[in-house]
């Protein structure tokens, strides 16, 4: 069974930087595709950054050159560095996980993932 553990959130001001892990265990991680989703108080699950098994990522717009997802494979775990925060930015972060070798989507659907974590807060001030 995949298990999925989130780090690092916390409470920071607007503009500054913040990194966010996920460590897997249970499967071959090198095989996954491994996503960053974020929920705030009274919305829906949003897509934030996948990087698939290859190592090819794709961003939500609103994060696009701001955020950088990162994956060791020889760690078992997915990063999410985060820059020039907003306060619109402020969420719970998940990350998700499925064995990605056979698809040829992106996956920035919640429905395509297996596996979840437990979610990391992010807050960001003004």
């Known amino acids: 069974q995949v298990q999925l553990v989130e780090s690092g959130g916390g409470l920071v001001q607007a503009g500054a930087s913040l990194r966010v892990s996920c460590a897997a265990s249970g499967g071959t991680f090198s095989n996954y595709d491994m996503a960053w989703f974020r929920q705030a108080p009274g919305k829906g699950r949003e897509f934030v950054a996948v990087i698939r098994w290859s190592g090819s990522t794709y961003y939500t717009d609103s994060v696009k050159g701001r955020f950088t997802i990162s994956r060791d494979n020889g760690k078992n775990t997915v990063y999410l560095q985060m820059s020039s925060l907003k306060p619109e930015d402020t969420a719970v972060y998940y990350c998700?996980?499925?064995?990605?070798?056979?698809?040829?989507?992106?996956?920035?659907?919640?429905?395509?993932?297996?596996?979840w974590g437990q979610g990391t807060q992010v807050t960001v001030s003004s």
């Open positions: 998700a996980g499925r064995a990605g070798t056979s698809y040829v989507t992106w996956g920035r659907s919640p429905t395509a993932y297996d596996h």
